[in-house]
């Protein structure tokens, strides 16, 4: 299994690849190492599925071939004191503090 598929695995909200390996290179990791080299208490992996409930916590709704990925201000909460556990574990509670909101979107300019 690989960084990347730990990472997707966390939540089924498509969480864009080029995401996901940025935020495990920010970590130390690539996105394509293999996890049977990796202990999953190791601080980098901790670190890099933090930052991915963060990334979800900050999340817009999207529609994709179909299907709508929606998450309430609760989950969005939920997500938010997950990445505040891991930090919190790795010793690395100022990272909360020093992410801002993202907010983006998808079309035409009106």
């Known amino acids: 299994m690989k960084v ?4 997707r695995g966390l939540n089924g ?3 864009p690849t080029p995401a996901l390996i940025s935020i495990s290179e920010q970590c130390g990791l690539t996105g394509f190492e293999d996890t049977s080299m990796i202990d999953y208490s190791d601080v ?4 890099a599925k933090a930052y991915t409930y963060l990334y979800l916590s900050l999340a ?3 529609s994709q071939g179909g ?3 929606s998450f309430t201000a609760e989950d969005k ?3 938010r004191k997950l990445a505040a ?5 790795i010793g690395d509670e100022e ?3 020093t992410t801002g909101d993202q907010f983006g979107w998808l079309g035409e300019d009106f």
Do not use: C, H, Q, T
């Open 85 to 89: 556990g891991l930090f919190g574990e």
């Open 4 to 7: 990347l598929d730990i990472l």
């Open 44 to 47: 980098r992996l901790k670190r």
């Open 77 to 79: 909460n939920r997500f």
């Open 95 to 97: 990272a909360l503090e």
């Open 67 to 69: 299907i709508s990925y």
């Open 13 to 15: 909200y498509p969480v």
């Open 60 to 62: 817009p709704n999207v």
